[in-house]
């Protein structure tokens, strides 16, 4: 069994204790099991990719230096979860803050779409990427509460309990949120295409 | 779960109640009893199936948009990021975290400081107003004058030395007083 097979078969309370008796490279086992999902969960919040990996490594300190306070009865997704959504919630705060001061500052900016792992043809990349601008925009005009439970149910396939471990709301809330977010997404994508 | 699931159960399910649990049914988070009258809803209700049918196709097209990709350095930055810190730790100095988090009490406490020893400072000065000095101008040396007025207060000194020298050597015994320089034998 080589190195990578072991590090598959640790888990991820055992990474913790282990990072906390002085093994930090261990540290980055945890950040190579969830980066991708944290990143993706920050870009699909705030549209930004630049902001949505300065963000994930914020996440990823914070969690570092939180590691004491996880108890290893909870879940550790919901653990690390609940960090990035309050460090990404802050961040929006600070931008409405920035824009509330400059009002145009966000008018036309060319949306920053990060590297995508798309080997298809060039035409279907130009497809896609209108199909996800379209889906981004619709996402952004969701409220942010709505937002958070349906990326985190959609994009991060989390159950309605786990999303409630991460956002402290309750499950009939969540559901509401979610189905809120369904409504007005298909009718945000159908009022588009109806306009082309 | 909800109040539609509960009254799901009850009776036959219509329509409008199956938009309630849409949502839910595609996120798998029925109960399996509410799960069943759904679809059995659905297998009877064309209108209903083919809602459901758009949106199982049109979530999942949601669901496969590209994801982006981490930086190839993310992981050293990270492991940099926590280098750091833990050096912070190892001095003993972490910093002021209060302050970093907040830089605008750091503004207002410097504001006020100057603002309370601006006030501090201006009382006093009502108190006790700087003194006010009358400066004459200096008046201009003459050099040649200074040097002749010294050089007449030295000879002076030398004269009165030399006067005290010669009324010591007249009382003292033993020395005959010396003669004035305009003595006259003659007249003696």
Redo the contacts between chains.
Sequence with gaps: MDEKDKEKNITDDQIVSSVLDGNTRDFEILIDRYKKRIINFIYRMISDYDEAQSLAQDAFVKIYETLKKYKPQENFQSFIFTIAKNLTLNHIKKQKRITWFSHSAGEGKIPDHGPFNIRDSQHLILEQNQYKEMIDDALKSLKENQRIAFIMKIYLDFSYIRISEITGWSIPKIETLISRARSSLIETVRKKQRIK | ???TQSRLKKNVVPCDQIK?V???Y??D?LDPETRERVQTHLRECPACNEEINF?QV??T???Q???????PA??A???A??GE??LKNRWGFTGFPMLNFRPSLVYSSVFFLFLFLGILIGTNLVKNPLPVFNQTPEPEVNMTQLLSESMDLQLQNVRETSMELLATAHTSPGNPPAKPSNFNAEGE
């Excluded at chain 2, 948009?65 to 930086?71: F, G, I, M, S, T």
């Design positions: 779960m909800m109040w309630h849409l949502s839910p595609l996120d988070e949106q049109f979530w097209s949601v669901k948009l590209p994801e982006v990709e981490p930086p993310f992981n930055f990270v492991m990021r926590l810190k833990r």
